[in-house]
């Protein structure tokens, strides 16, 4: 970029800047030049993405230190000779919007735009370097009809499937939530309690793919403690499936057990309350009633309430019978709330000897209890406790006598002979549940018709738009519903009659692909491959760790889907994952309910956005929570006008040679900081060391810089700026432009080091005896080994202590140590 006559006039005086006027005429210079567009180019890529936003209106300190943080990394990777792609958009559909209809009767779209206006002013403010020509919004029809695509992709597949099952209903948001949106028993959104209902739903059978999830979990570049809670939502389990014959209705119950070596001690089998087969089981039951009172009292309740620990364990009999598969025994069947039907098969066998979660409901229900494994401590008191150890079977048939652990293999291979079941793996991970009954999300793209029952909506008929005459009550089923002209359709296959799904996708559809539009924002189809072959994958992912399951899983999972159909060559989204910590203000996390949120653009305005980035960066490692601080962003704003006093301060015209001794000690401690700087943007991630290094050069420059001559020193500020160019652009532009430069400092090139500048004339060694540090010595660091074992048997502490004794060896390893091995 070269700059136009009369841009780089200096808006500030020699000994400070105005904040303000630089970083306002720089913004408005790099978006008139499109500055940081992407363009095609023959140079390796690098692919900086930050997870995109909600529209709510404003950005928080969260969102500030995020962008903050994948900018430095973009604007490093372009100055280091990169074609960077770094690019941002909307996540705009959602419930907010659509409640803000019902409250204020403003249209979503309408309050999703204006938001999205205004937050994408405050990121100029912040002199962000998004390439601005590929922004999304997922909520526009442009990007929604390529979401209705993927779900047609998918439904093609066999991977979206509909049925009816007890679904997470969020009673304030009115609509269903899928297992990873309920936490702790509420909503991830609204915090209300979740409950259970039975409705007709729309999945995505990410469950095919678990095994694939999950192993190419150790591959990715990822904070250990993200693939640790991935690795644990899926839940990985092996063991046996069992089935038990239920004569009285002729059906089967299948079990899944990781302890099939005590299925000999089974006594029952438990239900969930939403088992399917519960109402066939109490059909002819005296105490139906009872049960289904039972059922109906345990289903307000959430699977966490049902499943903790301090829940009183409640149940109740089915009056039916299950045969026992090995032994032919008749177990009673009952229903139990700490059974859960999504998890496992919604059934498990009461092996109370064994299991203390049925030892304690057999004991409140005095179910019979037989002991099947022998403790190896004699002395176990099975009316305590139940007995989880290892040990021998013990009237187990044919299988007693043997170690437990060797006995589960073996009965499930016995149960696989007898057709009864046999060796299994089980997963935790359910099918994502992805429909949602409001109005502000994509339609999914299906035509219910009375004759062909759900049929697509033909690719060419997308998308199908979300209709603009509808009502926001906040009350019963989804506003799609009343629209009765967007409603009625045509069937695509008979040409009769039919009606539209009145469902929208779950907002986690339309993120799960976001990042691969971003490669082809204007192409005919979703993106094209060519584009996607060359970007993907992205090479930094920034974000919040709060996402470690929704949006990072599903997005794993949708690149996996498109992998498999052809259309990527990558089958993992993101290479390299940086999640930040949270911004914390006088000792809590940010959040409008504690009242303790500060505005990014007051903050911006007073101290000026360079000051803002800085603080926020050298505040913390990005990885750690960080204390918000008044005085840390004063400091900041004063570190940056002290480097500007550097570079603009007036000095004699000098153009002799620069005394040696001065020019060795600025081109090392530049070469050093140029070396730190470098590995701990690149490699480290370490922004808060590398803006310590900025402060101890520009500290080592007030020493020295003067004693060199004009060139040198124009020379040495010119690495200064450059250093100092992704942490703080705004300023790092005005006085790379007040160096004498037409053209921008972030194209300009990234400093390089030279290795001769990084080494010591002197280093200090360690002397020890028997590999103990007994003593130092500082000496020349070419120093030959023979002359550094003089100089250890030399040393007077080193004299002292092997007087006396016989040395055998004096190893020296130079630059590091010398030992001395005496006896």
């Known amino acids: 970029m070269t700059i136009k006559e009369g841009q780089s006039s200096t808006i500030s005086s020699p000994d400070r800047y105005n904040v303000r006027a630089v970083e306002e005429k720089w913004q408005k210079i790099w978006e008139e030049e499109h500055l940081y567009e992407t363009k095609d180019s023959d140079k390796e890529k690098f692919y900086c993405l930050e997870q995109f936003p909600y529209p709510s209106g404003h950005l928080h300190m969260g969102h500030v230190r995020v962008y903050t943080l994948g900018d430095v990394i973009a604007r490093y990777r372009r100055m280091a000779g990169y074609n960077v792609l770094h690019p941002m958009g909307w996540d705009a559909f959602g419930m907010p919007a659509e409640n803000a209809a019902i409250k204020n009767g403003i249209p979503p779209r309408t309050s999703t735009m204006a938001n999205i206006a205004y937050m994408k002013q405050q990121m100029k403010q912040m002199g962000l370097s998004f390439d601005w020509s590929r922004e999304v919004t997922t909520s526009e029809p442009e990007y929604y009809r390529f979401t209705q695509e993927l779900f047609l992709l998918f439904y093609e597949r066999g991977l979206a499937y509909q049925k009816e099952g007890a679904v997470n209903w969020c009673p304030s948001c009115e609509t269903v939530l899928a297992n990873e949106q309920v936490e702790d028993g509420l909503c991830w959104r609204c915090d209300s309690v979740v409950t259970k209902r039975d409705l007709t739903q729309w999945y995505f059978r990410i469950t095919d793919y678990a095994e694939r999830l999950l192993t190419s979990l150790d591959a990715l570049d990822w904070p250990q403690e993200i693939k640790t809670q991935q690795f644990n939502w899926i839940g990985k389990s092996i063991g046996a499936e069992v089935v038990f014959d239920v004569p009285s209705i002729g059906q089967k119950i299948a079990v899944f057990t990781t302890r099939p070596d005590t299925l000999y001690g089974a006594t029952y089998v438990v239900l969930a309350p939403e088992h399917p087969l519960v109402e066939q089981l109490i059909a002819n039951y005296p105490e139906a009633d009872k049960v289904r009172q039972f059922i109906a009292e345990e289903r307000v309740h959430s699977d966490i309430e049902r499943t903790a620990e301090n829940t009183e364990k409640r149940g109740i009999f089915t009056g039916s019978y299950a045969i026992h598969p090995l032994t032919g025994e008749k177990l009673p069947i009952w229903i139990a709330n700490y059974v859960l039907v999504d998890y496992g098969t919604g059934a498990v066998m009461g092996v109370p000897a064994h299991d203390q979660r049925d030892f304690l409901y057999a004991q409140k229900y005095h179910l019979p209890m037989k002991v099947v494994v022998q403790p190896e401590n004699p002395g176990e008191d099975f009316d305590q406790q139940a007995y989880t150890g290892p040990g021998k079977l013990v009237n187990s048939g044919p299988f007693t006598g043997f170690d437990n652990q060797e006995a589960k293999a073996l009965i499930a291979s016995a149960l696989k002979e007898q057709g009864k079941g046999g060796p299994r793996v089980s997963y935790r991970m359910r099918d994502w549940l992805i429909s949602r009954q409001r109005y502000w999300g994509a339609p999914i793209p299906i035509i219910h018709c009375p004759k062909c029952g759900a049929v697509p909506v033909p690719k060419d008929q997308l998308p199908v738009l979300l209709p603009t005459n509808v009502e926001f009550t906040g009350q019963g089923a989804s506003p799609l519903a009343g629209a009765k002209d967007w409603l009625q359709t045509t069937c695509p296959v008979c040409q009769g009659p039919a009606t539209r799904e009145t469902d929208t996708m779950d907002t986690f559809v339309d993120s799960s692909w976001y990042y691969y539009r971003f490669t082809s924002p204007n192409a005919p189809r979703p993106f094209n491959k060519a ?158 060391t590398a803006i310590s290094a900025l402060m101890e050069l520009t500290n080592a420059l007030y020493q020295d810089l003067d004693a060199l001559n004009t060139e040198d020193q124009i020379r040495i500020l010119g690495i200064l700026v450059r250093l100092l160019a992704p942490f703080a652009p705004h300023l790092a532009e005005e006085l790379w432009h007040q160096l004498g430069h037409d053209t921008s400092v972030h194209w300009a090139s990234w400093p390089q080091y030279d290795d001769k500048w990084l080494q010591d004339e002197e280093v200090t060694i360690a002397l020890q005896i028997n590999g103990k540090v007994r003593s130092r010595l500082t000496v020349p660091v070419d120093m030959t080994p023979e002359t550094l074992r003089e100089l250890a048997l030399a040393d007077e502490k080193i004299q002292t202590l092997t007087e006396g004794r016989t040395i055998v060896k004096v190893i020296a390893v130079p630059g590091r140590l010398v030992n001395v091995v005496i006896r």
């Open 531 to 688: 584009d996607v072959d060359y970007w993907m994958p992205v090479d930094e992912y920034v974000g919040g760790k709060e996402h470690a399951v929704l949006h990072l899983l599903y997005s794993r999972f949708f690149t996996k889907v498109l992998y498999d159909a052809g259309w990527v060559s990558v089958d993992e989204p993101f290479k390299r994952l940086l999640a930040q910590g949270m911004v914390v203000y006088g000792g809590a996390k940010m959040s409008k309910s504690k009242g303790n949120t500060l505005s990014p653009e007051n903050i911006m305005k007073e101290w000026g956005s360079d000051a803002t980035r800085v603080f926020m960066l050298f505040a913390a490692p990005p990885d750690k929570d960080f204390e918000w601080s008044q005085q840390g962003v004063e400091g900041a704003y004063r570190f940056l006008q002290r480097v500007y006093r550097l570079v603009m301060k007036q000095r004699p015209e000098y153009a002799g040679p620069s005394p040696e001794e001065a020019k060795t000690r600025v081109c090392k401690v530049v070469h050093r900081t140029v070396k730190k700087i470098s590995e701990d943007i690149g490699e480290r991630r370490a922004f808060n």
